[in-house]
């Protein structure tokens, strides 16, 4: 924002760590896929993270990330027919994205805030909430998915395994081996509580 003034000190110190997570490779293959998934007609940003925040700082080509993850028709994100300029609208266009990335699957730790995208303060943090809803698409394999499967890790999926009746109740009488054994055990040698013990020299 304009009235954004330098940061100096410890402010300073914990921005250019901030800086230093953002992945310049990782850039270049969002990039790819974004492009892939909405079509050519997003363009290309200027390299580096200035030109990626530029590139979706409006919201829009974000949306269209989102909504080309649904099937015709299902959209969750409306589009403006033109851009948004105002401010407040570029920032309520990407709350949209960030409401629907949600409820595609995205977890809140891996969703940015507005800010961070909109006034640049954590643009790693954007590319972490778009590798998560590449992550998230890949897994869902429904056909959505525009782009190489191995630019993106699959998430892990839940496996449900039914027990019948008769198998719970086997299952009862067993006891694990965190338990240790029960064979051969007794209790020879032991005292009652509270005598002390027989030392016999």
């Not at 921005?15 to 997003?42: N, P, T």
Request: aromatic residues 8%; proline residues 4%.
């Amino acid at each position: 924002m304009a009235n954004k003034g330098p940061s100096y000190g410890m402010s300073r110190d914990i921005q250019s760590r901030i800086e230093k997570k953002y992945d310049d490779e990782l850039e270049a293959r969002l990039v790819q896929w974004i492009r892939m998934q909405c079509g050519d007609e997003v363009g290309t940003p200027e390299e580096g993270r200035l030109g990626f925040q530029q590139w979706l700082k409006n919201g829009v080509i974000l949306s269209k990330l989102i909504n080309s993850l649904y099937p015709k028709g299902s959209h969750p994100v409306k589009i403006p027919d033109s851009p948004p300029s105002m401010v407040f609208k570029q920032m309520e266009q990407v709350a949209q994205f960030l409401k629907a990335a949600e409820e595609y699957g995205v977890v809140k730790t891996d969703v940015f805030q507005t800010v961070d995208l909109y006034e640049g303060k954590d643009m790693a943090a954007v590319q972490r909430t778009i590798v998560a809803l590449g992550s998230i698409a890949v897994t869902k394999n429904d056909g959505q998915y525009k782009g190489d499967p191995a630019w993106f890790m699959k998430k892990a999926q839940e496996h449900k395994r039914d027990f019948s009746d008769d198998k719970l109740k086997q299952g009862k009488n067993v006891i694990g081996l965190q338990m240790g054994s029960n064979q051969g055990a007794s209790q020879a040698g032991m005292t009652g509580y509270g005598r002390p013990r027989q030392i016999i020299s």
